[in-house]
């Protein structure tokens, strides 16, 4: 379901423009049709395209010790993480570009039956993984449960509407070790990509996760992608036993598999017209 707004029909036209600094957020509806029933879990993914994480300058601005709890390196960031290092001479926490360009749009699903919106639960916990979660990103040592002392002398990154401390109300989910923060770090190999935002649980074996029907989309249009003519989307997919839908696979074993067989005819050709000639000279007597 795309979002983005650039059509003066979509109801999130309205929101196109919004920029980093607008103090009001801006909502819209966008309502859409199941044709099939989504049996097993369903993974909500938001999408962004003409997006380059893979910018060598952006993927280094970070400071990995920073994020892993390091208190030395929360006050003093590296010189990596320039011009997001330092704001008002306090440091930046967490600091550099792929930090402060974090996606911070919040979407909310609910399916209509009969004129009445019923909200679809969506799970926050579970989609980042394993080991970035409980090895690569911690909070500073201290006092767990009083975030707000252990950051204090931080700034927030520029873009954000509030500090890393404010992300959650729950602290196992809150601060560095956020789940969406932590998703957001994992930058892209393409300028085309989804990240995983929720989790919708299958619950009851006789139903389905959720049933063919309409549904409509809640969005606070926070994240501004027009300047740079990007696309925002949100994506609803499930998984098989072989795993989720991935054509660029694929296509890419197709491509990859069709450049060796002809290569290896024209090398066969090659071989049976040059291969079998005496290249040896002949020795006088």
Not at 69 to 82: F, V
Not at 192 to 218: M, V
Request: glycine residues 6%; hydrophobic residues 30%; charged residues 20%.
């Amino acid at each position: 379901i795309d979002y983005t707004g650039t059509e003066p029909s979509s109801p999130c036209n309205k929101c196109l423009n919004v920029s980093w600094d607008s103090t009001a957020p801006c909502n819209c509806t966008i309502n859409f049709t199941l044709e099939h029933s989504f049996e097993s879990n369903v993974f909500m993914y938001y999408g962004l395209s003409n997006f380059y994480q893979n910018h060598r300058r952006y993927v280094k601005s970070r400071d990995d010790s920073q994020l892993n709890g390091d208190n030395s390196s929360l006050l003093n960031p590296s010189k990596e993480c320039e011009p997001y290092r330092t704001n008002e001479d306090k440091p930046i926490a967490p600091c550099g570009a792929i930090a402060n360009s974090m996606f911070n749009d919040t979407l909310e699903l609910f399916r209509i039956e009969n004129n009445t919106r019923t909200r679809i639960t969506l799970v926050k916990k579970g989609i980042a993984w394993w080991t970035d979660k409980n090895v690569k990103f911690r909070n500073p040592t201290g006092d767990g449960n009083n975030l707000t002392a252990l950051f204090q002398g931080t700034t927030k990154p520029v873009n954000w509407p509030k500090p890393v401390y404010l992300l959650d109300s729950e602290p196992d989910n809150n601060g560095f070790i956020n789940e969406d923060f932590i998703v957001w770090m994992r930058t892209a190999a393409l300028p085309t990509f989804r990240k995983l935002y929720r989790l919708i649980e299958r619950k009851d074996n006789l139903q389905p996760t959720l049933q063919a029907g309409k549904y409509s989309l809640d969005i606070t249009y926070n994240y501004p992608v027009h300047s740079f003519d990007g696309r925002k989307r949100m994506i609803l997919s499930t998984i098989s036993w072989m795993g989720g839908k991935n054509p660029f696979l694929g296509i890419a074993y197709i491509t990859v598999g069709s450049i060796c067989f002809f290569l290896g005819v024209v090398l066969l050709i090659i071989h049976h017209k040059y291969g079998n000639r005496n290249t040896s000279a002949d020795i006088p007597n």
